[in-house]
């Protein structure tokens, strides 16, 4: 299930459908049960930041954030995978400097969310490209066009 945080001013963008098609494939894509979890929170630039330097020491709005949190739910047996936060300020600056939809770009951060709370990473060459390659996959099954859209995190 996915449980999704969203702003009423963020809902004329955000195609909640799409994000449980995102949510579902990503999880095949990944061979995670079904009955698998998470929490999805839109908000802004000033909230994004306020976790960034909580959690990284990083004093700067990023685009997303995930914190995984796996754990099995014992009254309903269902995987909670954790939570991931999306800046719909960043994500609309992404989009219009990369030329695309506002909302390829948050579909694309959800999924690039949901393979981090998955273990994937993009710290070194070798977990990019396959971090990449996963993500460009999941991406191509729901028709997202923002392919090879993984920075490496190498300085």
Do not use: C
Not at 71 to 86: A, K, M, N, R
Not at 95 to 117: C, D, I, P, T
Not at 127 to 149: A, G, R, V, Y
């Amino acid at each position: 299930m996915l449980n999704l945080i969203i702003p009423s001013s963020y809902t004329k963008v955000i195609e909640h459908s799409r994000l449980a098609i995102a949510f579902r494939e990503t999880l095949a894509a990944l061979k995670l049960d079904a009955n698998s979890s998470a929490t999805l929170r839109l908000t802004n630039n000033r909230v994004i930041r306020q976790y960034n330097n909580a959690w990284l020491g990083i004093n700067a709005p990023t685009d997303v954030l995930s914190f995984e949190n796996s754990y099995i739910d014992p009254e309903t047996g269902e995987h909670y995978l954790g939570d991931i936060i999306i800046s719909y300020e960043k994500a609309r600056q992404q989009a219009k400097a990369g030329g695309h939809s506002l909302y390829y770009e948050v579909e694309m951060l959800f999924v690039h969310g949901l393979l981090h709370l998955a273990g994937y990473d993009h710290d070194q060459h070798d977990n990019l490209t396959e971090m990449s390659s996963m993500q460009d996959l999941i991406l191509e099954k729901i028709h997202n066009p923002l392919q090879n859209s993984i920075q490496s995190a190498e300085k």
